[in-house]
């Protein structure tokens, strides 16, 4: 396992990278209400990307994938390509962005509640978002990764809700997805000793009925196995010398250790 340790220099242009990413989620709000296609989703953010912030949307041709954004409605666990359906009232939403600026990324999701979600859509679209504030929350040097994992899969499964296995997040810079692997799961004081300079996302996703996936035909599109609603959030995180920055974060959110 080779960890990428970011320079002051690289560091910056993360934070640049991430930022981009992040203002795309708040652009494309207004946007995501009953009606609209995921096709139109994508196209929206795809001309602001390239338009705008003149920057690159990372997943457009990456490894085949045909889009520019990720978008995962309902049942629904990741990689969910834009298309011709279109969000109806009730429906739950994650909306996977990640930008290219000056050879570097910033990778982040964001839940959308399209109208009025059940109350069992919409706690489990909060309870995720609090398992990932739990896990950045923890980020410093000295802690493992494992110890992140098993924080995150304890809260969630207090509140009865499941941990996707299959999928986690990743260290992430001049490339798409670096080592390490950061799980949503696991032992406490084990995994990878966090150092300072490192970078990766925290991306749990969270199932509201069993945790078990399968994958489409299309090979891109997870969804849950007994068809339940899934959710997931994510953040671009750097380690700092005495806690975390998130490089993603939007103007509404706090966090406890970050700047």
């Given at each position: 396992?080779?960890?990428?340790?970011?320079?002051?220099?690289?560091?910056?242009?993360?934070?640049?990278?991430?930022?981009?990413?992040?203002?795309?989620?708040?652009?494309?709000?207004?946007?995501?209400?009953?009606?609209?296609?995921?096709?139109?989703?994508?196209?929206?953010?795809?001309?602001?990307i390239i338009e705008e912030l003149d920057a690159v949307p990372a997943p457009l041709n990456y490894r085949g994938f045909p889009r520019s954004i990720c978008t995962s409605i309902n049942h629904v666990v990741?990689?969910?390509?834009?298309?011709?359906?279109?969000?109806?009232?009730?429906?739950?939403?994650?909306?996977?962005?990640?930008?290219?600026?000056?050879?570097?990324?910033?990778?982040?999701?964001?839940?959308?509640?399209?109208?009025?979600?059940?109350?069992?859509?919409?706690?489990?679209?909060?309870?995720?978002?609090?398992?990932?504030?739990?896990?950045?929350?923890?980020?410093?040097?000295?802690?493992?990764?494992?110890?992140?994992?098993?924080?995150?899969?304890?809260?969630?499964?207090?509140?009865?809700?499941?941990?996707?296995?299959?999928?986690?997040?990743?260290?992430?810079?001049?490339?798409?997805?670096?080592?390490?692997?950061?799980?949503?799961?696991?032992?406490?004081?084990?995994?990878?000793?966090?150092?300072?300079?490192?970078?990766?996302?925290?991306?749990?996703?969270?199932?509201?009925?069993?945790?078990?996936?399968?994958?489409?035909?299309?090979?891109?599109?997870?969804?849950?196995?007994?068809?339940?609603?899934?959710?997931?959030?994510?953040?671009?995180?750097?380690?700092?010398?005495?806690?975390?920055?998130?490089?993603?974060?939007?103007?509404?959110?706090?966090?406890?250790?970050?700047?």
């Amino acid at each position: 396992m080779t960890i990428s340790l970011k320079s002051a220099d690289e560091i910056e242009k993360m934070r640049i990278a991430g930022g981009l990413a992040s203002s795309v989620l708040t652009m494309v709000e207004p946007h995501v209400r009953a009606g609209v296609s995921t096709d139109q989703l994508d196209r929206i953010c795809h001309e602001y990307i390239i338009e705008e912030l003149d920057a690159v949307p990372a997943p457009l041709n990456y490894r085949g994938f045909p889009r520019s954004i990720c978008t995962s409605i309902n049942h629904v666990v990741c990689h969910g390509i834009p298309g011709n359906k279109r969000l109806r009232n009730g429906d739950i939403i994650n909306i996977d962005i990640t930008v290219i600026k000056d050879e570097f990324h910033g990778d982040t999701s964001k839940m959308f509640c399209v109208g009025k979600p059940s109350v069992r859509a919409r706690r489990l679209v909060d309870t995720t978002y609090e398992c990932l504030v739990l896990g950045i929350n923890m980020v410093k040097p000295g802690t493992r990764l494992g110890d992140i994992g098993h924080a995150i899969q304890s809260y969630a499964e207090a509140r009865q809700f499941s941990v996707v296995q299959e999928y986690c997040g990743h260290g992430i810079g001049r490339q798409f997805h670096e080592d390490p692997q950061v799980l949503h799961y696991g032992i406490p004081g084990t995994g990878l000793v966090l150092e300072a300079g490192m970078t990766f996302t925290i991306e749990p996703m969270i199932n509201a009925g069993k945790r078990h996936v399968k994958l489409l035909p299309d090979n891109w599109t997870v969804v849950t196995k007994d068809h339940s609603l899934s959710a997931q959030w994510e953040h671009t995180i750097l380690v700092t010398s005495d806690g975390f920055e998130v490089l993603t974060r939007r103007p509404e959110e706090t966090f406890s250790l970050g700047p």
